[in-house]
């Protein structure tokens, strides 16, 4: 299973960070913040503390205290809460002192993405916990913001969620597109072997819309996952059982996926669920910046 958290996709993610927080600024900023430099003194200071609004699951914090450094240097950014923390209104996030003018500069970049990222690690939570009695883990997917993915599949970690493959790279998924020219076993059982030896690492997930698919797909060696989409639960319960007590390959739901029915497909039996909407439909979570202008 891919994660965020290996030593490779930690650099990755640095480097995508120190790009788009380049990228936003470069846009925001343009010519020059013109508000401030016309009505914010150049020798003003102040203090602003970065607050929420509402309840919910942080991410993107260090993201956000980056773009208030990299616009200004000389700002004291003091971090107190961290990725993966439930915040309530009131707490505090974060506190920034300095040129309010360049507080100002950072603030909305700031805000785009940390209010952004905890609203996918809120929504994520929120769907965590209707699974939580079964041993079923809910899975991202591709579904994610062009340029934004790593980010985006971190806050779904932060939200207790689990990273379902990067990219076209590091997972094989087969789905019925895939099998225009020729989908009998025999083919399949082909392209798997073929796969494995020149790419050992590559994990391979099969994709079932009927029950006699999956029954079929178990007959195959080197499967890693088989996908069960758009199955009723009864379905799924039955396609479960026709695993029997191998532990592999390992079941994974998708489609018609929400708060309201997830939990009655997680007691299916399925090992993982997964769920676009996290990542492409999360309302951002509201956060803002408190100011008090400093007098000397």
Do not use: W
């Amino acid at each position: 299973m891919s994660s965020i958290v290996l030593p490779f996709i930690t650099t990755m993610v640095s480097n995508n960070i120190d790009t788009l927080v380049r990228l936003a600024l470069e846009e925001d900023f343009g010519s020059g913040d013109v508000t401030s430099q016309y009505f914010v003194p150049e020798t003003l200071t102040a203090k602003a503390i970065l607050t929420p609004r509402k309840t919910g699951i942080l991410s993107g914090v260090q993201v956000a205290a980056q773009v208030f450094r990299t616009v200004d240097p000389s700002l004291n950014v003091e971090v107190h809460l961290h990725d993966g923390d439930a915040v309530a209104p009131g707490a505090i996030v974060m506190i920034i002192e300095g040129k309010a003018r360049s507080i100002l500069g950072a603030e909305r970049t700031a805000l785009n993405f940390i209010q952004h990222l905890s609203g996918i690690a809120t929504l994520t939570r929120q769907y965590v916990k209707r699974i939580a009695h079964t041993h079923a883990r809910l899975l991202d997917t591709r579904k994610t913001t062009p340029g934004y993915r790593l980010l985006e599949k971190a806050a779904v970690t932060h939200g207790g969620g689990v990273n379902h493959r990067l990219g076209l790279y590091d997972r094989a998924m087969v789905k019925d597109n895939h099998l225009m020219t020729d989908g009998n076993l025999e083919h399949l059982q082909r392209c798997i072997d073929r796969l494995r030896l020149d790419r050992p690492q590559v994990e391979i997930q099969l994709e079932a819309d009927r029950l006699e698919q999956v029954a079929d797909f178990l007959k195959l060696n080197g499967v890693d996952h088989i996908l069960l989409d758009n199955m009723p639960p009864d379905i799924m319960r039955q396609a479960v059982a026709l695993r029997g007590d191998r532990p592999a390959p390992l079941f994974e739901a998708s489609g018609g996926v929400n708060l309201d029915t997830i939990g009655s497909i997680a007691e299916t039996g399925v090992d993982f669920i997964s769920v676009g909407c996290i990542t492409h439909s999360a309302p951002a979570l509201d956060l803002g910046l408190d100011f008090t202008v400093q007098q000397h």
